[in-house]
């Protein structure tokens, strides 16, 4: 049974850092592309970063270019999400999602690789707030 884990979501002052975990297993972790999401109350999930089980090439959503980044350690089976400078409009329930069919050409764009309906598996959650 795939199962992701999420943890590391916290209240945090704006500016900020946290670093969220996607702790997988039931699948062979290596094969699978991973993705960070996340929902604000009354709007829609959006992608904030995936990056490729095949060569790590990594993508981002605007909003958080230079802010975020991801990294995967293979050996533990975790997807690393760092958050720094963090601001208000970063308040939401992050998940974090896998799916075994991505192709390294996917991730020539935000877009066509960080789209939540491409994404099969997903975990709970984990809630970061940040206060102004």
């Known amino acids: 049974e795939v199962q992701l884990v999420e943890s590391g979501g916290d209240l945090v002052q704006a500016g900020g850092s946290l670093r969220l975990s996607c702790a997988a297993s039931?699948?062979?972790?290596?094969?699978?592309?991973i993705g960070w999401f996340r929902q604000a109350p009354g709007k829609e999930r959006e992608g904030v970063s995936c990056i490729s089980d095949a060569d790590g090439s990594a993508v981002y959503a605007d909003s958080v270019k230079g802010r975020f980044t991801i990294s995967s350690d293979n050996a533990k089976k975790t997807v690393y999400l760092q958050m720094n400078s963090l601001k208000p409009e970063d308040t939401a329930v992050y998940y974090c999602?896998?799916?075994?069919?991505?192709?390294?050409?996917?991730?020539?764009?935000?877009?066509?690789?960080?789209?939540?309906?491409?994404?099969?598996?997903w975990g709970q959650g984990t809630q970061v707030t940040v206060s102004s």
């Open positions: 039931g699948f062979t972790f290596d094969e699978y592309a």
């Open positions: 999602a896998a799916d075994p069919t991505m192709l390294i050409s996917d991730y020539s764009d935000y877009v066509t690789a960080c789209s939540s309906f491409r994404y099969e598996f």
